[in-house]
């Protein structure tokens, strides 16, 4: 059983910053790429961030050079920096990771922590 538990999330002023922790834990032979989602009310779930096992990352343009995501192989977590929040960043934010247990690989999400930025 894997399980993804996030951490972090809050109400903030605009102009603020947030830092959200997704820590992965069960049977975990390894972890591939990890990354950030978010979902505002009546919108459809978007990417935020994304890091490969190798530390490759990738960005939306809504948050590039706001946000900065990373992540600490050695305890399965994943983290987001979140900068110069905007009003436009509240969401729910889930974190999702590629996951390999006994012989599977399957994308295993968390559950969703709320971000609200108040202008």
């Known amino acids: 059983q894997v399980q993804l538990v996030e951490s972090g999330g809050g109400l903030v002023q605009a102009g603020g910053s947030l830092r959200l922790s997704c820590a992965a834990s069960?049977?975990?032979?390894?972890?591939?790429?990890m990354g950030w989602y978010r979902q505002a009310p009546g919108k459809q779930r978007e990417l935020v961030a994304h890091?490969?096992?190798?530390?490759?990352?990738r960005y939306a343009d809504s948050v590039k050079g706001r946000f900065t995501i990373s992540r600490d192989n050695a305890k399965n977590t994943v983290y987001l920096q979140m900068n110069t929040l905007k009003p436009e960043d509240t969401a729910i934010y889930y974190c999702?990771?590629?996951?390999?247990?006994?012989?599977?690989?399957?994308?295993?999400w968390g559950q969703g922590t709320q971000v609200t930025v108040s202008s």
């Open positions: 999702n990771a590629d996951i390999t247990t006994w012989g599977l690989r399957s994308a295993y």
């Open positions: 890091i490969t096992g190798s530390g490759t990352t």
């Open positions: 069960g049977t975990i032979l390894s972890i591939n790429g």
